[in-house]
C-alpha cells in the first residue's frame, strides 16, 4: 500500500537485528523456492482456505499503532500497519515502468480504498474518489474527512511525522463530498501519485479526541482508541493491546472477496534471530525473517519450514570519505574499487543470492543505465594505476609490498557496524583484497551509533553499509553537495555537474527525460567512485509449508497479508 | 529507639543511596554515549530540523544534569517516564515483565535447590569417593558452561531434535501451559547454579557430619538420615546467604534466557532498552534490578535469622557511634 517509505532497511541497512535488512526492489520477481524440498508450499495443490490462525516471529511486539508516532525504522511496524490500516491505493511491487508513478494502472498502484483518480491537465490537482460505503471496525463511516484530517496530522509541526517532508508538495486537502478528496499540489513531479498515497489512512472520528498537540505526549492513547481499516483488528479489546493477537476484521472493504482468509494472526515477539530460526524449524511460526544465506539449505531440506527467496533495493558499498586524503582522488578510489573482487564476496557471503552493484539504483530499477557495468576486478591494473599516481612500493621483497607516496603509505581502515556480522566478513575479504594491491587496510567494527557519528562527523576512510532507495529514485540526500551539511552525503561527494542533474530529475515531468538525466547522474557516480558499490543481495524468509498465499517482495514481506492462508491448523 | 529500628532506617537509607548511585551511573554512562536520544535505527534521511523538533519535544536539548534531576523527581513520585522505544509509561512495561521474571527466577531457584542440595547431599555421603567425584566434575562443568551457549543447545536438543517442550514459550497462558512454557527456560537458568549449590552445599555438609556432635548422634543410634538432616540443618546458614546472593544473579542473569526463549521480562525488557538506546526503559530497568537486589538481600537475612539462632542475638551495630 505504501512505497516501503519507511520499512525497516529503507536506507542503510542498519536494524540491529536483520544485518540483512529490508529490501526494497523496483522491479519484483516473485519469491522464489528451491525445488527439490519435501512438501513445498500449498499454493501450488490446493485453493485458500478460510480460517486459522498463522503466527509471525518480530523481533518485538510492535507497541504504537499509530504510524506518525511509530519512528523511522521502527523494527515491525510495518506489518502491524498491513495488519491494521489501508491507504487509499495499494502500491505493486512490479514497478519497471516509468509512468508507475503516475498512473493507478498496473504495474503502479491498485484501488484500495480510493477506486478512482483523476489529475487536473496541469496535474495540480487530483481528484479522489472513494469507494462507496467505507467502514471502520467499528462501524463509523469513512470518509474523505478522514483523508483530509490524515493529511493534516502528517503536516502539523506538534506531531512531527518523520516524513512530513513526503507531503511538502501538497498545499491543500479538501473533502467536497463525503468520498471525494482533492489533492492541491504545488508542483508537479513524477512522485506526485507516491507523495500523494504516503502513509494510510487515520480514523478521524476515533482520534482527533486528542489534540496534536498532545499526540507525543500520550503516545499510548492511541492502541487504547483503536479502530482499524485494514484486514485485522486487535483480538483483544483492552487498553494497550496493540501488539500479539489480530483477528479478522468483518467490515474489511474487501470482506466481500472472502479477505481475510485467516481467522487471525498471532505476533510472536523471539528478538534473538538464532533461537527464532530454530523455533521455525521447530514449527513454531507460519513466518519468519532474515534467514543467513549459509542457513537456505537447512530450510530448503525441512520438513516444516521453506525459504522464501526474493530481491530487495539493498544495495551495499563502501562510502569513501572524499575529503580525506588520498581518498579524496577519483582515480584513487577507482583504483581501489578495481581491486576489489565483488563477485567473489557474492559467492562467499551470499552463496549467489546477490548481484554485483553498479551504483546506488539498483539493476531492475526502471532508471537504471543499461549501459553501466562494474568496474572489472582486476587487482594488477589497480595496482598500476595506483603507481601511475605516484605511489610506489614500500622498501622491500615481494609484489604485495605495501604502497606509499610522499612518504606517507596508502593506509585505510574499514568502518562497519557490529550489528551486523555478515558486513563484518565482508570488510574483512575486503580489507584481505585491498593488502594484496598494496594497501594497509585494517578493519574496525563499531556500534551503529558510534558509526553514525563517524558517518556524521566525516571521521573516517570508508564505512561499509547498506542502504536501499526508495521508489522515488532520489538520490540527492546521498550526493548532492547540499546534502553534506543536513542530510546522508556522508562521503562529502560534491560534483556541480551531479548536482544540477539530480535538480532537474527532481523537477522533471517527463519520464523519458526523467531516465535520461538519472542515466547521466549514474555515469558520472561510475567515474567518480564517490561509493565502492559491492552487491544487491536478495533476501531470505521462511514460511511454514503450511501457510499459502505468501507474497513477500520488495515493498513488503507483509504484502497483502490478507491473502495469506493455511493448508490446515496448528 | 530500638536497635533494629535504627539498623532498618540505616539499611533504607543505605538502600536510596546505592539505587541512586545505579541510576546516576546509567543516566550519565548512556547519556555520553554517540547518538544519545535518538533511535539507532532512524533514518538518516530524516533532516536534522526534524531531529531538532523532536528533540525539543522529548525534552532531550536540556543539559544532562537538569534531565537527570527531572527523572529522579519524577520518579519518587512513580512517574518513571516514556519508553521512547515502546511508547508506553515505563512504570507500565515494568509491572507488566515483573511477574514472568520472578516467575522465571522462582523457578530456577527451586530447580537449583532441589537438584544442588540432592547432588550435594549424595556426594557428602562418601567424601572423596567415585560418586563425589563425578558430581564435583559435574558441578564444574555445570557452572562453567556460558548460559547462552545452553539456551541454543537446549532450544536445539529438546526442541527441534527431540520436541519434548513445546516450541512457543509465553507467559500468559494456562497454567497447564504455562509450566510447559517455564520448564525448559528456568532449567537452563537453573543450570550454572546447580553446579555452585552442590559445591556449597557438599562441602558444608563435610564439614558439619565432621563436628563431635554428629559423633555423638551416631554413637548414640539415632538414624542416618535424621544425622543427615541435622547436619543440613546446620550447614545451611552459608547456602541461604548464597541464595541472597544467587537471586539478584537469576534475575539479571535472566537477560539472556529471556531473549533466546523470548520470555517476556525485565531482562528482555532491559536488553530492547540498550539496543534501543532507551535511556527511561534502561533506566526504568536499572532501579527496579537494583531495588530487587535489596530486597532479596534484606529477604535472605531474615530467612537466615529464622534458621540459625545465632545471628539472632544481639549484635553490636557496627555503624552505632561509639
Not at chain 1, 536506507?11 to 524440498?37: D, E, K, N, T
Not at chain 2, 540505616?10 to 545505579?22: D, E, I, Q, S, T
Not at chain 2, 535472605?300 to 555503624?319: E, F, G
Request: glycine content about 8%; overall charge neutral; proline content about 8%.
Amino acid at each position: 500500500m505504501r512505497r516501503a517509505l519507511r520499512s525497516p532497511g529503507l536506507r542503510l541497512a542498519i536494524s540491529l537485528a536483520g544485518a540483512l535488512a529490508v529490501a526494497h526492489a523496483a522491479a519484483c520477481r516473485p519469491a522464489s523456492q528451491s525445488s527439490g524440498q519435501p512438501g513445498g508450499s500449498p499454493d501450488a495443490a490446493q485453493r485458500p482456505r478460510r480460517g486459522g490462525t498463522a503466527v509471525v516471529a518480530v523481533a518485538a511486539h510492535p507497541t504504537q499503532v499509530n504510524e506518525l508516532l511509530a519512528g523511522g525504522a521502527a523494527p515491525d511496524q510495518d506489518v502491524i500497519q498491513r495488519l491494521l490500516f489501508a491507504s487509499l491505493f495499494e502500491e505493486q511491487p512490479a514497478t519497471a515502468s516509468p509512468a508507475a508513478d503516475r498512473s493507478i494502472a498496473p504495474p503502479g498502484f491498485q484501488p484500495a480504498l480510493a477506486e478512482s483518480i483523476a489529475w487536473s491537465a496541469d496535474r495540480l490537482s487530483a481528484t479522489v474518489r472513494l469507494r462507496p460505503g467505507l467502514t471502520w471496525s467499528d462501524g463509523a463511516p469513512l470518509t474523505a474527512e478522514d483523508v483530509r484530517w490524515t493529511w493534516l496530522a502528517q503536516t502539523d509541526p506538534a506531531v512531527a511525522w518523520d516524513y512530513a517532508f513526503v507531503k511538502e508538495d501538497i498545499v491543500a486537502v479538501e473533502a467536497p463530498h463525503p468520498t471525494v478528496a482533492v489533492f492541491r499540489f504545488r508542483r508537479a513531479t513524477l512522485g506526485q501519485m507516491a507523495d500523494l498515497n504516503e502513509g494510510v489512512v487515520l480514523p478521524r472520528h476515533a482520534w482527533s479526541a486528542l489534540p496534536f498537540t498532545e499526540w507525543r505526549r500520550q503516545p499510548e492513547w492511541f492502541a487504547s482508541h483503536l479502530v482499524a481499516s485494514g484486514p485485522f483488528l486487535p483480538a483483544a479489546a483492552g487498553p494497550g493491546d496493540a501488539g500479539g493477537s489480530f483477528r479478522r476484521n468483518e467490515r474489511y472493504f474487501r470482506a466481500a472477496q472472502g479477505l481475510p482468509h485467516l481467522d487471525g494472526v498471532r505476533l510472536e515477539a523471539a528478538p534473538e534471530r538464532a533461537a527464532q530460526r530454530l523455533r521455525m524449524l521447530a514449527g513454531a511460526f507460519d513466518y519468519a525473517e532474515f534467514i543467513p544465506p549459509a542457513e537456505l539449505p537447512r530450510f530448503e531440506e525441512s520438513a516444516v519450514a521453506r525459504p522464501l527467496v526474493y530481491p530487495t533495493r539493498q544495495v551495499n558499498f563502501i562510502v569513501w570519505n572524499t575529503r580525506r586524503p588520498p581518498f579524496d582522488e577519483p582515480a584513487v578510489r577507482r583504483a581501489l574499487t578495481r581491486g576489489i573482487d565483488r563477485q567473489a564476496l557474492v559467492e562467499a557471503l551470499y552463496r549467489g543470492h546477490a548481484r554485483v552493484a553498479v551504483t546506488s539504483i539498483i539493476s531492475t530499477a526502471w532508471a537504471r543505465d543499461p549501459a553501466g557495468a562494474p568496474w572489472p576486478h582486476d587487482p594488477a591494473a589497480a595496482r598500476r594505476e595506483l603507481e601511475a599516481l605516484g605511489f610506489a612500493p614500500a622498501p622491500g621483497n615481494g609484489d604485495s609490498r605495501p604502497l606509499a607516496r610522499d612518504g606517507r603509505p596508502l593506509r585505510l581502515e574499514l568502518l562497519t557496524n557490529s550489528e551486523s556480522q555478515l558486513r563484518a566478513d565482508a570488510a574483512a575479504l575486503v580489507a584481505e583484497q585491498l593488502r594484496r594491491i598494496g594497501a594497509e587496510a585494517s578493519v574496525r567494527t563499531v556500534e551503529i551509533s558510534a558509526l553514525m557519528a563517524a558517518l556524521d562527523a566525516g571521521a573516517f576512510d570508508g564505512v561499509l553499509l547498506a542502504a536501499a532507495l526508495d521508489t522515488s529514485l532520489d538520490l540527492r540526500a546521498e550526493f548532492h553537495s547540499a546534502s553534506i551539511a543536513d542530510g546522508t552525503n556522508w562521503s562529502r561527494y560534491a560534483s556541480p555537474e551531479t548536482d544540477r542533474l539530480l535538480d532537474e530529475f527532481q523537477a522533471a515531468t517527463d519520464p523519458d527525460a526523467a531516465r535520461l538525466l538519472l542515466h547521466r547522474v549514474q555515469a558520472n557516480l561510475h567515474r567518480d567512485q564517490p561509493y565502492t558499490w559491492l552487491w544487491e543481495p536478495d533476501r531470505i524468509d521462511a514460511a511454514s509449508r503450511r501457510l499459502g498465499g505468501a507474497r513477500p517482495n520488495a515493498l513488503s514481506p507483509w504484502f497483502r497479508i490478507e491473502e495469506w492462508w493455511l493448508a490446515a491448523d496448528r | 529507639m530500638p536497635p533494629w529500628i535504627r539498623i532498618l532506617a540505616r539499611r533504607a537509607g543505605a538502600a536510596v543511596v546505592v539505587v541512586a548511585g545505579a541510576l546516576s551511573l546509567a543516566f550519565f554512562a548512556l547519556d555520553a554515549l554517540p547518538g544519545a536520544g535518538e533511535r539507532p535505527d532512524r533514518d538518516p534521511r530524516v533532516g536534522l530540523e526534524q531531529r531538532q523538533r523532536l528533540r525539543a519535544i522529548y525534552g532531550l536539548d536540556d543539559p544532562a544534569w537538569r534531565r537527570a534531576a527531572r527523572w529522579m523527581a519524577a520518579a519518587t513520585r512513580g512517574d518513571l517516564g516514556l519508553s521512547l522505544s515502546r511508547q508506553r509509561p515505563v512504570s507500565d512495561l515494568l509491572r507488566a515483565a515483573a511477574a514472568p521474571t520472578l516467575m522465571l527466577a522462582a523457578a530456577a531457584l527451586a530447580l537449583e535447590l532441589a537438584a544442588g542440595v540432592a547432588l550435594g547431599g549424595w556426594a557428602a555421603r562418601r567424601p572423596g569417593g567415585w560418586i563425589d567425584r563425578l558430581i564435583g566434575w559435574i558441578a564444574v562443568v555445570l557452572y562453567s558452561l556460558p548460559t547462552f551457549w545452553v539456551a541454543l543447545v537446549a532450544l536445539l536438543a529438546f526442541v527441534v531434535e527431540w520436541p519434548v517442550f513445546p516450541a512457543s514459550f509465553a507467559a500468559d497462558r494456562g497454567p497447564g501451559d504455562l509450566l510447559r512454557s517455564l520448564a525448559l527456560p528456568a532449567a537452563v537458568l537453573a543450570a550454572t547454579g546447580i553446579g555452585a549449590v552442590a559445591r556449597f552445599t557438599r562441602d558444608g555438609m563435610v564439614e558439619a557430619l565432621e563436628q563431635d556432635w554428629v559423633r555423638a548422634e551416631r554413637a548414640r543410634g539415632i538414624v542416618e538420615s535424621v544425622v543427615f538432616r541435622h547436619a543440613f540443618q546446620a550447614s545451611a546458614g552459608p547456602l541461604v546467604q548464597w541464595v541472597g546472593i544467587e537471586l539478584p544473579r537469576l534475575v539479571s542473569g535472566a537477560l539472556v534466557v529471556e531473549v533466546v526463549f523470548a520470555w517476556p521480562g525485565l531482562g528482555r525488557l532491559a536488553y530492547d532498552g540498550v539496543l534501543g538506546r532507551d535511556l527511561p526503559l534502561v533506566l526504568g530497568t536499572t532501579a527496579a534490578t537494583a531495588l530487587l537486589v535489596l530486597v532479596a538481600s534484606w529477604g535472605a537475612d531474615l530467612v537466615h535469622a529464622a534458621i540459625d539462632p545465632r545471628v539472632r542475638r544481639p549484635v553490636a551495630d557496627p555503624w552505632a557511634p561509639r
